[in-house]
């Protein structure tokens, strides 16, 4: 079966930085697209990041642009976010999903970070 678990959160002042792990099991991870979303209160859930299967491109939400790195390492079968320069409107549960062709998609439980002085 395929489990996602991330693992990295935590409360961080303002300006300070975390990085979001998450590990996947039961699937060919490199054959899959990874995104990190997240979900504040009251809001809907938000796509931050990605990076492609093949050509380890990347994209990126405006508001964490310049801030935010995603990476992958297919060897450990793991995905990170590197988040930098926190803001207090980062805080939400960050959610690291894997998806291959449109079709599956597979989604981890959430972590939470809080960005608070």
């Known amino acids: 079966q395929v489990k996602l678990v991330e693992s990295g959160g935590g409360l961080v002042q303002p300006g300070g930085s975390l990085r979001l792990s998450c590990t996947v099991s039961g699937i060919t991870f490199s054959s899959y697209v990874m995104n990190w979303y997240r979900q504040a209160p009251g809001k809907e859930r938000e796509l931050v990041a990605g990076?492609?299967?093949?050509?380890?491109?990347?994209n990126y939400a405006v508001s964490v642009k310049g801030r935010f790195t995603i990476s992958r390492d297919n060897d450990k079968n793991t995905m990170y976010l590197q988040m930098n320069s926190l803001k207090p409107e980062d805080t939400a549960v960050y959610y690291c999903?894997?998806?291959?062709?449109?079709?599956?998609?597979?989604w981890g439980q959430g972590t939470q970070v809080t960005v608070s002085s």
């Open positions: 990076i492609s299967s093949a050509s380890g491109s990347t």
């Open positions: 999903s894997v998806t291959r062709l449109a079709v599956l998609t597979y």
